[in-house]
């Protein structure tokens, strides 16, 4: 099993629409949690971390976590051609070290 | 320019040659992250310093990889022997050393081609 699981996609939505990205993770004592979005060609660059239960908003991102579940998302509101990226879960566990595990990402298309 | 720096940006080898790539962070980053990203995949840790201390190395990095930070500054990844698998993108990230959990940059990358 993977420790860190995302939908490959490709997600299609449309502009203006809510995308929603998932990311699963294996049951671990969790600490950290960030997701990255990386344009072709590019090197990953961070949106948002969130290390407590509940939503975080920043601007148009809003990001979940549920340890319970073992699941944090990615909600991208008023999406935009612009956000067509792939989307990098990754998380660090308090027990991991120093080390980041990333997911293999999801490809998002917001259609215009 | 005050991000994350590294050279080359490619490299095309033939197998069994060495290589080396270097990473020069941002300059009040202690924290120093290599990783490798083949495509479709998300970055794969690799290595970690703090300062110059390597304080952890994935176990899946063949002793053929080695990195290095001597001053606790720049930072070099060299690849003995190489073979068609290790053509992936590799990846620095740098990161301050706060109380938070660390936000990590990443710079540009560079490309290896092993033919």
């Known amino acids: 099993q993977k420790e860190v699981e995302q939908n490959s996609g490709p997600l299609s939505v449309p502009e203006g629409a809510i995308a929603s990205l998932n990311c699963t993770y294996s049951?671990?004592?969790?600490?950290?949690f960030f997701w990255y979005r990386q344009y072709s060609g590019k090197s990953p660059e961070l949106i948002m971390s969130?290390?407590?239960?509940g939503d975080k908003e920043d601007g148009r991102f809003t990001a979940q976590l549920n340890k319970a579940s073992q699941y944090v998302s990615l909600l991208i509101r008023d999406s935009q051609p612009s956000d067509s990226a792939t989307y990098l879960c990754?998380?660090?566990?308090?027990?991991?070290?120093?080390?980041?595990?990333f997911g293999a990402g999801t490809r998002l298309f917001v259609k215009a | 320019d005050t991000g994350v720096s590294q050279d080359p940006r490619h490299k095309i080898t033939k197998r069994g040659q060495n290589v080396t790539f270097r990473c020069d962070p941002i300059s009040e980053h202690n924290r120093l992250y290599w990783y490798r990203q083949t495509l479709g995949q998300g970055p794969e840790f690799l290595t970690y310093f703090q300062n110059e201390a390597q304080l952890e190395k994935s176990r899946l990095l063949s002793d053929r990889f080695s990195a290095e930070r001597p001053k606790g500054s720049f930072s070099t990844l060299e690849i003995q022997r190489t073979e068609q698998g290790d053509s992936a993108m590799y990846l620095c990230?740098?990161?301050?050393?706060?109380?938070?959990?660390?936000?990590?940059?990443f710079g540009p990358g560079t490309r290896l081609t092993v033919l």
């Open positions: 990230a740098s990161s301050p050393r706060t109380d938070a959990p660390d936000t990590q940059y």
């Open positions: 049951d671990r004592v969790s600490q950290s």
């Open positions: 969130i290390y407590s239960n």
């Open positions: 990754a998380v660090r566990w308090a027990t991991g070290g120093f080390k980041t595990i």
